[in-house]
């Protein structure tokens, strides 16, 4: 059987919004255009869901809950004022007229996503770790009996020393806190705990304040001090998982985006054949790495890894046995990397590697050694050979002279014979 909603709207472009929302999750709707055309109404079945305008053209959404309560039945339907007006203003007579939530009416992605939410956590079970600061051990147990029947994973604590230990040991998907704790603790110390951790990931975790205050402001100050959402007591079970449900699927939502955005800053950053940092990434780090190196006055020398007749290699193999070559290469290079090192792939079959805390004799060596480890290589059982043009930083290089001294060097060993590595002249003069 289809959930239902019962949609009160005077506005009909607005009601026809909602009810596309709605109806796109499965939901069908009863729009009324007044609350007395609802109230005449003998179709009344059981909703899930009851939307309803603060300012209808012969009532109020109050007024028209209140009479709605009196006629019929509500069961667990969840109620849900619209307002164009500023949902903190409305919140206490929202929640005194028996509203469980408030949305300004502009917030259509808002509501879309949470009424999406609300759908799916009636039919699937809520999956979550939940780290629960309550004093009273009465409604603890309620609280904590609520979650375990939608299968939550939660964990309830009764003061903020027992909430630093266990946060700090476990990672949750949420922190839900009564403000007015033991020995004068509140809630304020808890979201402040949470939001200066040093690990930055669980500093984000999202708090639902639950509390009896009444006072606005207080209230207020609640989310402006960091809490994500709050409720007041004593809350309605449907209203708690919802709202929890909601945070968590919040969180998980940053989460797969953050991780998206790494994967995308990894994806440009580097060569994809190889694994190696690309060009852009070469002369975007480069420069710090010589920045660094001059401020602290420690020695960097850079190479230039040209492969030797790699076009035949494509020509006569094709380019398949091309790229198993160049990833071949580039595993090389990266084993013979430090962790403080920089290796690149420049273009082609062209790499760079930056050396730090490296003086030029130690980098001609160390070339020597990689030029040896590409040649017994033999990827495909081919023989691959590279000239290496080897360059130090001085004082007054530019990541740019750095580098076209090392590329000069290259070329002067592909001319006198390849398969060589060659150092450029620079080695003393203002050499860090």
Same mark, same amino acid.
């Given at each position: 059987?289809?959930?239902?909603a019962l949609?009160?709207?005077?506005?009909?472009?607005?009601?026809s919004?909602?009810?596309k929302?709605l109806?796109?999750?499965?939901?069908?709707c009863?729009?009324y255009?007044?609350?007395e055309?609802?109230l005449r109404? *003998?179709?009344?079945p059981?909703?899930?869901f009851i939307?309803?305008?603060r300012?209808?053209d012969?009532?109020?959404g109050?007024l028209?809950?209140?009479?709605?309560?009196?006629?019929?039945?509500m069961?667990d339907?969840?109620?849900?004022?619209?307002?164009? *007006?500023?949902?903190?203003?409305?919140m206490m007579?929202?929640?005194?007229?028996?509203?469980?939530?408030?949305?300004n009416k502009k917030e259509?992605?808002s509501?879309?996503?949470?009424l999406?939410s609300v759908?799916?956590?009636r039919?699937?079970?809520l999956?979550?770790k939940?780290?629960f600061?309550e004093?009273q051990?009465?409604?603890?147990?309620?609280?904590?009996a609520?979650?375990?029947?939608y299968?939550?994973d939660i964990?309830?604590?009764v003061? @903020?020393?027992e909430?630093k230990?266990?946060?700090s040991n476990n990672?949750?998907?949420?922190?839900i806190?009564?403000?007015?704790?033991?020995?004068e +603790?509140t809630? *304020?110390?808890?979201?402040?705990?949470?939001r200066?951790?040093d690990?930055?990931d669980?500093a984000?975790?999202?708090?639902?304040?639950?509390?009896? +205050?009444v006072?606005?402001k207080?209230?207020?100050?609640? @989310?402006?001090?960091?809490?994500?959402?709050?409720?007041i007591k004593?809350? %309605?079970a449907?209203?708690?998982?919802v709202?929890?449900?909601?945070l968590?699927?919040?969180?998980?939502v940053?989460?797969?985006?953050?991780?998206?955005?790494?994967?995308?800053?990894?994806l440009?950053?580097? *060569?994809?054949?190889?694994?190696?940092?690309n060009?852009?990434?070469?002369?975007d780090?480069?420069p710090?790495?010589?920045?660094?190196?001059?401020?602290?006055k420690f020695a960097?020398?850079?190479l230039?890894i040209?492969?030797?007749?790699?076009?035949?290699?494509?020509?006569?193999?094709g380019?398949g046995v091309?790229?198993?070559?160049?990833?071949?290469?580039?595993q090389?290079?990266n084993?013979?990397?430090?962790?403080?090192?920089?290796?690149?792939?420049?273009?082609?079959?062209?790499?760079v590697?930056?050396l730090?805390?490296?003086?030029?004799?130690?980098?001609a060596?160390k070339?020597e050694n990689?030029?040896l480890?590409? +040649?017994?290589s033999?990827?495909n059982d081919?023989?691959?050979?590279a000239?290496?043009?080897?360059?130090?930083l001085?004082i007054? %290089?530019?990541?740019? !002279?750095?580098?076209?001294k090392? %590329?000069?060097?290259?070329?002067?060993a592909?001319? !006198?014979?390849?398969?060589?590595?060659v150092v450029?002249?620079d080695?003393f003069?203002?050499?860090?």
């Amino acid at each position: 059987m289809k959930l239902k909603a019962l949609i009160i709207e005077s506005t009909r472009h607005y009601s026809s919004v909602l009810d596309k929302i709605l109806s796109d999750i499965g939901v069908e709707c009863d729009i009324y255009a007044s609350g007395e055309e609802a109230l005449r109404s *003998d179709n009344k079945p059981e909703y899930a869901f009851i939307l309803v305008s603060r300012y209808l053209d012969d009532t109020t959404g109050e007024l028209f809950l209140h009479r709605f309560r009196e006629k019929y039945m509500m069961g667990d339907a969840l109620t849900i004022m619209l307002t164009s *007006d500023e949902v903190s203003k409305v919140m206490m007579e929202a929640n005194n007229a028996g509203f469980k939530l408030v949305f300004n009416k502009k917030e259509l992605n808002s509501i879309q996503t949470f009424l999406t939410s609300v759908l799916n956590n009636r039919i699937l079970n809520l999956k979550g770790k939940i780290l629960f600061i309550e004093d009273q051990k009465s409604v603890a147990a309620a609280t904590v009996a609520i979650f375990k029947n939608y299968q939550a994973d939660i964990e309830h604590v009764v003061n @903020l020393a027992e909430m630093k230990e266990k946060f700090s040991n476990n990672s949750y998907d949420l922190v839900i806190t009564d403000y007015y704790l033991e020995n004068e +603790e509140t809630g *304020d110390d808890i979201i402040q705990f949470v939001r200066d951790y040093d690990d930055f990931d669980k500093a984000l975790v999202p708090i639902l304040v639950v509390s009896g +205050e009444v006072d606005q402001k207080k209230r207020t100050s609640f @989310l402006r001090n960091g809490a994500n959402d709050f409720m007041i007591k004593p809350y %309605d079970a449907d209203e708690l998982i919802v709202r929890s449900s909601n945070l968590i699927q919040n969180k998980r939502v940053f989460e797969q985006t953050k991780k998206q955005q790494k994967e995308l800053t990894r994806l440009a950053m580097t *060569d994809q054949l190889t694994g190696l940092y690309n060009r852009h990434s070469l002369f975007d780090i480069g420069p710090k790495y010589l920045s660094n190196a001059i401020r602290h006055k420690f020695a960097v020398s850079l190479l230039v890894i040209d492969l030797d007749h790699f076009k035949n290699v494509n020509d006569t193999h094709g380019h398949g046995v091309g790229d198993h070559v160049l990833k071949s290469v580039g595993q090389v290079l990266n084993d013979s990397c430090r962790s403080e090192d920089l290796v690149a792939r420049y273009g082609g079959e062209e790499f760079v590697m930056i050396l730090t805390h490296c003086d030029l004799d130690f980098a001609a060596k160390k070339a020597e050694n990689i030029r040896l480890a590409i +040649e017994k290589s033999k990827p495909n059982d081919l023989t691959i050979t590279a000239s290496i043009g080897a360059a130090a930083l001085n004082i007054s %290089d530019s990541f740019e !002279t750095l580098f076209e001294k090392a %590329d000069k060097a290259v070329y002067e060993a592909k001319d !006198t014979g390849r398969n060589k590595v060659v150092v450029h002249p620079d080695r003393f003069d203002n050499v860090i």
